[in-house]
């Protein structure tokens, strides 16, 4: 399951069932493995067998929330949480559900008031847990000084080495390069390489620095990146790795100007996506957005306007898959506005260029775009 292998994932857990093996960790993974893939009446029906035979157990409750949560439907997800809740008060598990549900939503005092209270938190996971969600809700207010400070402090949560403070560097790096800062992008990468060493966010590094190289003009160090995770991943045999190698040959072909290329890669990376993203994983995030978005910009610039923006409306409408991702996920509606406008379709541009002002307008990240949002919107009529 953590290999993303989640078909023999699930075929091994329902086998476990099947030999009479009722650990609680089989349900809450076997559900997500359903999620993941997209059989949600399968989930459903395990989590409802499960609920009958421990009615009052706390952790089904939990479990329920997360597997509605991934199938969208958010009522009943809350709903659950509720009664996880009121079986036992103060769970940080809920807490930090409640929190995600809050994001898609848009209830962000909300989710606000569960990041800080997360952040004060004496477990160091679930310290650096509520830092992070504070990052990415300062960057959904357009925030992006207070978003990456935030997210770089929350390191402190693991004062030393260790796979989960690279993880929170590759999401620093990621920040750092979607705001156009690859040198300070690059030093996380680095860093997180030496931090888990032979772990998922030191293979992930490889990614943003090669990035971050490529963004500097240093193509050769690009190159070499790339082919370092192309081994990576003729080891591991998985998909995550191969994923990302497709991904970043993608996004550099698409920065060195050849958008068919481009586009192509960017298409085998999103083959290998799972129908849905889980989280599942503590060392990584599902990587969708970055994918569609990517995607997005590839059939644009080789001008398939259609193609763009189809991959820019599966961003803009994802849901929990969007919520670590929310500078990919704002601008998205911008550029899925323009392309509206281009093609005449005047009210779907004034709903994603207003979606995007009531993200960013107040805020310190791309005022070029929202001045020009502004000015389009009061040509289009408001």
Same mark, same amino acid.
Request: glycine share 8%; charged share 25%; aromatic share 10%.
């Given at each position: 399951?953590?290999?993303?292998?989640?078909?023999?994932?699930?075929?091994?857990?329902?086998?476990?069932?099947?030999?009479?093996?009722?650990?609680?960790?089989? /349900?809450?993974?076997?559900?997500?493995?359903?999620?993941?893939?997209?059989?949600?009446?399968?989930?459903?029906?395990?989590?409802?067998?499960?609920?009958?035979?421990?009615?009052?157990?706390?952790?089904?409750?939990?479990?329920?929330?997360?597997?509605?949560?991934?199938?969208?439907? &958010?009522?009943?997800?809350?709903?659950?949480?509720?009664?996880?809740?009121?079986?036992?008060?103060?769970?940080?598990?809920?807490?930090?559900?409640? !929190?995600?549900?809050?994001?898609?939503?848009?209830?962000?005092?909300?989710?606000?008031?569960?990041?800080?209270? &997360?952040?004060?938190?004496?477990?160091?996971?679930?310290?650096?847990?509520?830092?992070?969600?504070?990052?990415?809700?300062?960057?959904?207010?357009?925030?992006?000084?207070?978003? $990456?400070?935030?997210?770089?402090?929350?390191?402190?949560?693991?004062?030393?080495?260790?796979?989960?403070?690279?993880?929170?560097?590759?999401?620093?790096?990621?920040?750092?390069?979607?705001?156009?800062?690859?040198?300070?992008? !690059?030093?996380?990468?680095?860093?997180?390489?030496?931090?888990?060493?032979?772990?998922?966010?030191?293979?992930?590094?490889?990614?943003?620095?090669?990035?971050?190289?490529?963004? !500097?003009?240093?193509?050769?160090?690009?190159?070499? &990146?790339?082919?370092?995770?192309?081994?990576?991943?003729?080891?591991?045999?998985?998909?995550?790795?191969?994923?990302?190698?497709?991904?970043?040959?993608?996004?550099?072909?698409?920065?060195?100007?050849?958008?068919?290329?481009?586009?192509?890669?960017?298409?085998?990376?999103?083959?290998?996506?799972?129908?849905?993203?889980?989280?599942?994983?503590?060392?990584?995030?599902?990587?969708?957005?970055?994918?569609?978005?990517? &995607?997005?910009?590839?059939?644009?610039?080789?001008?398939?306007?259609?193609?763009?923006?189809?991959?820019?409306?599966?961003?803009?409408?994802?849901?929990?898959?969007?919520?670590?991702?929310?500078?990919?996920? $704002?601008?998205?509606? /911008?550029?899925?506005?323009?392309?509206?406008?281009?093609?005449?379709?005047?009210?779907?541009?004034?709903?994603?260029?207003?979606?995007?002002?009531?993200?960013?307008?107040?805020?310190?990240?791309?005022?070029?775009?929202?001045?020009?949002?502004?000015?389009?919107?009061?040509?289009?009529?408001?």
């Amino acid at each position: 399951s953590f290999l993303q292998l989640y078909e023999p994932a699930i075929q091994h857990y329902e086998e476990l069932l099947r030999r009479g093996y009722r650990y609680d960790g089989v /349900y809450n993974a076997l559900a997500t493995m359903y999620a993941a893939v997209g059989r949600f009446q399968a989930g459903d029906e395990l989590l409802a067998a499960w609920s009958r035979r421990q009615p009052e157990s706390w952790s089904v409750a939990l479990v329920q929330a997360l597997f509605f949560e991934k199938w969208g439907r &958010l009522d009943d997800a809350a709903a659950a949480l509720d009664r996880a809740e009121d079986l036992r008060p103060g769970s940080p598990f809920v807490a930090g559900t409640r !929190l995600r549900l809050g994001i898609v939503h848009g209830d962000w005092p909300a989710a606000r008031s569960l990041a800080r209270g &997360l952040a004060a938190s004496d477990s160091p996971f679930w310290r650096w847990y509520g830092g992070t969600q504070e990052a990415y809700l300062a960057l959904y207010r357009g925030r992006a000084g207070e978003g $990456v400070a935030r997210m770089v402090e929350s390191l402190a949560a693991f004062p030393e080495p260790e796979p989960l403070r690279g993880a929170g560097r590759c999401r620093a790096a990621s920040l750092l390069l979607a705001l156009d800062r690859p040198a300070a992008a !690059l030093a996380q990468a680095e860093a997180a390489r030496e931090d888990a060493p032979g772990d998922w966010p030191a293979w992930e590094a490889h990614y943003w620095a090669a990035l971050a190289h490529q963004r !500097l003009g240093e193509e050769a160090a690009a190159d070499r &990146l790339a082919a370092e995770l192309a081994e990576i991943a003729e080891r591991t045999r998985g998909p995550i790795e191969e994923r990302w190698h497709h991904h970043l040959v993608g996004a550099l072909a698409l920065a060195r100007g050849d958008a068919a290329a481009a586009a192509r890669e960017l298409e085998h990376a999103q083959d290998l996506l799972a129908p849905r993203g889980v989280l599942w994983h503590r060392h990584r995030l599902p990587d969708h957005v970055q994918v569609w978005y990517d &995607l997005a910009a590839a059939r644009h610039a080789a001008g398939d306007a259609a193609g763009a923006e189809r991959w820019y409306r599966r961003v803009t409408e994802s849901d929990t898959e969007r919520v670590e991702f929310p500078v990919e996920y $704002v601008r998205s509606h /911008y550029l899925l506005g323009r392309l509206l406008e281009a093609r005449g379709d005047r009210a779907g541009a004034r709903e994603a260029y207003r979606a995007f002002l009531g993200f960013w307008a107040e805020g310190d990240v791309d005022r070029e775009r929202v001045e020009d949002t502004r000015a389009r919107l009061s040509r289009l009529g408001g």
